[in-house]
């Protein structure tokens, strides 16, 4: 059995080399190495702690993920409908306007139209 696995370099002794090996499992990145070292100084029991950690640590990582792709798509979103409001606001404002002045001038003609009946 290696005491010493990776030359040294892989051990669960202190906390940092610890945490880089577990982030390399969970970012997937060559992690079988480690795993293998791991392995062969330990014992076979250490592929059940790197396939839970692979398992839980990547579907926590890429829900983690999604949940801010979904955030970011939420507030870009209100963003852009508080951008645009503005000027939905004033094109309805202006079309509201315009009707009232087409209801003003329709009703001065039929007021015309009533006068000229009248003298008629």
């Known amino acids: 059995v290696n005491e010493k696995p990776l030359g040294g370099l892989l051990n669960f002794e ?10 390399q499992t969970i970012l997937l990145q060559d992690w079988e190495r480690p795993m293998i070292a791991v392995m062969q100084a330990t014992g076979g ?12 640590g990547s579907l926590f990582l890429f829900e983690y993920t999604v949940a801010i792709l979904c955030m970011t798509f939420v507030e870009v979103s209100k963003q852009e409908n508080e951008e645009t409001m503005p000027e939905r606001g004033a094109d309805q404002l202006l079309m509201q306007i315009q009707l009232n002045s087409l209801d003003q001038q329709s009703a001065a ?9 009248q003298d008629a």
């Open 45 to 56: 029991g250490a592929a059940i702690h790197f396939v839970l950690i692979v398992v839980i």
């Open 109 to 117: 003609v039929q007021d015309v139209a009533d006068a000229s009946r």
């Open 14 to 23: 202190h906390f940092g080399v610890a945490m880089l090996t577990i982030l």
